[in-house]
Nanobody, 118 residues
Framework: QVQFVESGGGLVQPGGSLRLSCKIS????????MGWYRQAPGKQRELVASMGTSGRTNYRDSVKGRFAISTNSAKNTLYLQMSSLKPEDTAVYYCNRDPPIGPWADYWGQGTQVTVSS
């Protein structure tokens, strides 16, 4: 079983930056694509950024140029560097496999709250 522990969220003013971390139990980077997701109140969870096993990255249009996904396989940790934050980035952020199919659908962690507000 895999466990995800997200951290690094908080309250930040518009234009500010945050770095999210996702500590992953077990060494899985070599086998699966990983992603950062977010869920705002009243909305469905959405994929924000992903990184393939080849290192290729993908971002949803609304965060391109502002967010950067990275990994440290030695630390089994996935990161999301967020800059130029906007109020619409406010959400709970999670990490999981991309896509979170099969047993991965049950591995969601608690997430980390990001609030962008002045």
């Amino acid at each position: 079983q895999v466990q995800f522990v997200e951290s690094g969220g908080g309250l930040v003013q518009p234009g500010g930056s945050l770095r999210l971390s996702c500590k992953i139990s077990g060494s899985i980077f070599s086998g699966v694509d990983m992603g950062w997701y977010r869920q705002a109140p009243g909305k469905q969870r959405e994929l924000v950024a992903s990184m393939g096993t080849s290192g290729r990255t993908n971002y949803r249009d609304s965060v391109k140029g502002r967010f950067a996904i990275s990994t440290n396989s030695a630390k089994n940790t996935l990161y999301l560097q967020m800059s130029s934050l906007k109020p619409e980035d406010t959400a709970v952020y999670y990490c999981n496999r991309d896509p979170p199919i099969g047993p991965w659908a049950d591995y969601w962690g608690q997430g980390t709250q990001v609030t962008v507000s002045s």
